[in-house]
């Protein structure tokens, strides 16, 4: 006759109390979770196509040179928002990199140990504060300050087509600057950790030959960490590409390609956010969603070039890229 | 060299004391009891406040976890437990790509997603496009946080006859716990002040809105549709909002940090 203890064994001889059974759940089930990643992003990557096919046929690359988008007569060319997001990222990147590049420095070989982690902090916060809490600051006090600026560069140098507009603080530069202000701590941290990465025998290997503390930098180190830092440009020039909220309250929302920075102008995401709730022709949808598509691939290109340029330097996870 | 490496790290602090300063500046005059429990007033009528979207906006929040957390603490759990194989570094490339789309993008795809087949904004599509974006935050500092667990502990729980996934749950997530919120605290702080997604998703709605099922206000939406308005009480309100906003990023960061602190050191 077969005891309670005898089925005991008899069970776990057969692997289900011991928990074998238990850990082939738990690992098909986290295995599940995490392919919902994979899931996602394929889904993502499907509609876009799927909802956008109707645009590309009808315009195919048309789409990317067309100036006239006129959702009334359906002819929908995108490259307004082509040349608005790319020329305010190009701004934004100008603007931040120089200084960020230099605080990177600073955080990294320069600044007191005590000074190092307080510093990292603000400039975390930085990259906390919300983009439409930039976007209303950026309405409400950067764009009267730019105003009386805009209108004294216009006066000296107006015979230059880049400052020939009219000044009303609301534009390409306005947009610039804010772009500017949200990817500085992302470049910063990046730039920050793939410096530190750089082993110390190059630097040491700087001083034994007489080199200053500036000499190592300039030389060695930076040379070793430069294509990291291209890296986080890039890493950066990915958050400026699909930036929304901030860029859409300064930038005017006007679709005209204009050399001059003062000028309103429009971005790719501005038009999704402004257009893609009031858009009700099959066309007009499928020509945003092809947008959104654009803005898709482009940042996914992006983003693994920046990252592989990162990796090369900081082998290993790049963790300082924090969302 | 000192000088113009400070002065670039002054340039950069420069514009956070800037907003810092204007939000608590402007937005300080528009807070009141009223701001925290009135609902939004039509326009031409002074007062009234945003009850009904800061009720919306925690509500968002919780969906979002809801969606976020399980993938992101799981699947990271997958990635550091069984993590050496091409899925696991298909999925580590693509949670990088994730966090790299664009909040509007990934707002579309839900559109397409949950808002077309039920056939209106709902909050439940906001919690989605949200927990989307908690995702990669959430799964990557799991999974770093998880591998930091010293073998060794895993070891004395296996040895003991704990099961391998007694083992993660009962010791090794039990000491990965602090990182584990932390990372969550970050992605929460993140999508708290999304506003891109929101637009397409959740939309808005000047009443109160506890069903899940129907358009939801947020803060950021709300911040948004003030700001842009020409009138003097609306701007005054969004000021505020974004008050309210900025003060509860600033608690969580400084709790992720305080959390983490002394335990394990944030890989960074």
């Known amino acids: 006759m077969e005891t309670a203890v005898d089925r005991t064994r008899s069970l776990k001889r057969r692997g289900i109390f011991t928990g074998r059974f238990g850990d082939g759940i738990f690992k098909w089930t986290t295995l599940l979770f995490a392919a919902c990643v994979i899931a996602v992003i394929a889904l993502l990557a499907y509609l876009l196509v799927a909802d956008s096919l109707p645009a590309i046929r009808t315009f195919s690359w048309r789409f990317l040179s067309g100036r006239t988008w006129d959702p009334v007569h359906d002819v929908f060319g995108g490259l307004p928002f082509v040349y608005g997001t790319v020329v305010s990222s190009a701004l934004a990147l100008l603007l931040a990199f120089p200084i960020s590049l230099g605080a990177a420095i600073f955080l990294s070989e320069l600044a007191p140990p005590w000074l190092r982690n307080p510093l990292s902090f603000l400039i975390e916060l930085l990259a906390a504060v919300p983009s439409v809490v930039y976007g209303i600051w950026g309405i409400f006090v950067l764009v009267p300050f730019l105003r009386p600026i805009e209108a004294w560069l216009g006066m000296r140098l107006g015979f230059v087509p880049l400052f020939s507009g009219p000044p009303y603080g609301i534009g390409m530069l306005a947009a610039g600057l804010i772009l500017a202000i949200m990817v500085l701590p992302i470049i910063i941290a990046v730039s920050r950790d793939v410096l530190r990465a750089v082993p110390v025998s190059q630097r040491e290997a700087a001083y034994a030959l007489g080199a200053t503390r500036w000499e190592a930098i300039r030389g060695p180190v930076l040379r070793y960490a430069r294509a990291g830092i291209l890296g986080a440009i890039i890493l950066g020039l990915g958050r400026a590409l699909g930036e929304t909220m901030a860029v859409t309250m300064v930038i005017g929302n006007t679709p005209t390609i204009s050399p001059c920075i003062f000028d309103p102008a429009y971005t790719m995401p501005s038009v999704l956010a402004n257009e893609f709730m009031e858009a009700t022709g099959r066309l007009h949808i499928a020509a945003l969603m092809e947008i959104a598509l654009l803005l898709f691939v482009v940042t996914i290109v992006i983003n693994a070039i920046a990252r592989l340029l990162i990796w090369s330097v900081a082998r290993g996870a790049p963790s300082g890229v924090k969302e | ?268």
Request: with cysteine; aromatic share 8%; charged share 10%.
């Open chain 2, 1 to 268: 060299m000192w000088v113009v490496a400070v002065l670039c790290v002054l340039a950069a602090i420069l514009p956070l004391v800037l907003v810092l300063y204007y939000v608590i500046a402007q937005g300080a005059s528009g807070i009141n009891l009223d701001f925290f429990t009135k609902l939004p007033k039509p326009v031409g009528e002074p007062g009234g406040g945003m009850a009904n979207a800061i009720v919306g906006s925690l509500i968002l929040v919780g969906l979002a976890s809801l969606v976020g957390l399980p993938i992101g603490i799981l699947g990271g759990v997958y990635l550091a437990e069984f993590g050496n194989n091409r899925f696991a570094w298909t999925v580590r490339f693509l949670a990088d790509v994730l966090s790299g789309v664009p909040s509007i993008v990934v707002g579309i795809f839900i559109w397409a997603m949950v808002v077309v087949p039920t056939h209106r904004l709902s909050g439940m599509a906001g919690g989605a496009a949200l927990g989307v974006m908690m995702i990669p935050t959430v799964m990557r500092t799991t999974e770093e946080l998880v591998r930091l667990v010293p073998m060794s502990l895993r070891e004395a729980s296996l040895s003991l006859g704990a099961t391998h996934w007694r083992t993660v749950f009962k010791v090794v997530l039990v000491a990965a716990k602090g990182g584990v919120v932390t990372g969550i605290l970050l992605a929460v702080s993140r999508i708290a002040g999304e506003a891109a997604p929101l637009l397409l998703t959740a939309g808005s709605s000047p009443f109160w809105s506890t069903r899940i099922d129907q358009p939801m206000p947020s803060l950021p939406v709300q911040i948004f549709t003030y700001a842009i308005q020409p009138y003097d009480d609306w701007h005054r309100q969004a000021w505020a909002a974004a008050l309210v906003l900025v003060s509860l990023v600033c608690v969580l960061s400084v709790a992720a940090r305080y959390v983490t602190r002394g335990r394990f050191r944030m890989v960074r």
